[in-house]
DNA sequence: ACCTGTCAAGTCTGG
DNA sequence: CCAGACTTGACAGGT
């Protein structure tokens, strides 16, 4: 089994390099012209977007193939008040740079929209903002020029005091929206709500692929076991019809998990500074006999430098004669 | 240079 | 019905 690793959003290791600087509405307002704030917020959109090269660059320097880009790139985009405005036009050149870049070197990007995005939710209003959200993302990775590869995770959303019906009414409400924004979305379990095998059920309801987190699994764990549930998690996965380039050959979309670990005993939710390993690897382990490729999502405080401290772990197992094999910075084999 | 409150957004709990 | 917690990086405004 060939895992990919990739972190969330910036690194530690790249000075002035944010790829989420803004501006408030606060400030916005502020300024007596309209039109000129509008030009400052289309630059710092393209400082974002230049960021986020350099940061793509940088994991491709460092052998990493995944990475989850911040949701922030564009300031006030879905903001109620700046809707007249498009900032689409002037960024393209931008966004295509940063696709271009992603497709020569066969990279794995997604996003992941913010909580606000619930569509679980009973309020008309809230569902029509998380559609309109859930649209801008779709559009940045069209004017990346990436195919439907390159996805949005999502979460189920609220329970609303009734799970169950809260679970129908997102399938209800996601089948009502546009085949371009749902065929690029994922569901992933959630550490306080929607259990993976709830998450799971939901998923091949409306036929999309799931993203496991082993985190909030820990957390938020159901009844079910996740060797019972992965191979209908890996199943999810099989829509894909189209074949990504992978550690020089050719699979499927690899299915996608999330890592963390625990803050302390005090915070199990909270996010660990860095990963600890135990328990990632013998999920890869118990997995591995059926599973071809995998990419993991670090999300940890420490960002890039979790994931390389990880890969430290890992060449330790792999010399004390364990069952891995580290092909480069941000990759690596496990032998079945 | 550093500190504190605030920020576009949602949900849940407790009063 | 409303305030505060949750959680996060970065702005904004202060010292």
Sequence with gaps: MIVRFGYVAMSVHLDNASPSKTMTMTSFSKLADREAGLRRLERIAEENLHNTLRLLKHNRYMGIQVYRMTSKIIPLVTHEELQDWDPYPALAKAFAEVGAFVREHNMRVSFHPDHFTVLSTPREEVFRNSVKDLRNHVRMLEAMGLDESALNNIHVGGSYGDKVK?????????????????????????????????????????GVPMVLDI???????????????????????????????????????????HVSSPKSV???????????????????????????????????????????????????????????????????????
């Design 266 to 336: 005090t915070d199990p939710r909270g996010h660990a500074d860095l990963i600890e390993i135990e328990q990632l690897l013998r999920f890869l382990v118990d997995i591995a006999s059926v599973t071809p490729a995998i990419d993991v999502m670090i999300e940890a405080k420490s960002k890039d430098e979790a994931l390389m401290k990880l890969m430290d772990d890992f060449r330790a197992i792999e010399a004390s004669g364990g069952p891995i094999r580290v092909i480069d910075g941000g990759s690596l084999e496990v032998l079945s």
């Design 215 to 257: 985190h909030h699994h820990e957390v938020n764990p159901g009844n079910e076991l996740l060797k019972d549930l992965w191979p209908r998690i890996l199943q999810t996965w099989d829509r894909f019809p189209w074949n990504v380039k992978h550690a020089n050959t050719s699979h499927k979309l690899p299915p996608k998990l």
């Design 166 to 206: 809260s679970g129908k009414r997102f399938i209800e409400q996601f089948r009502s929206i546009e085949q371009r924004i749902t065929e690029r979305i994922t569901l992933e379990n959630d550490d306080k709500t929607f259990t993976a095998a709830e998450t799971l059920s939901i998923a091949e309801e409306v």
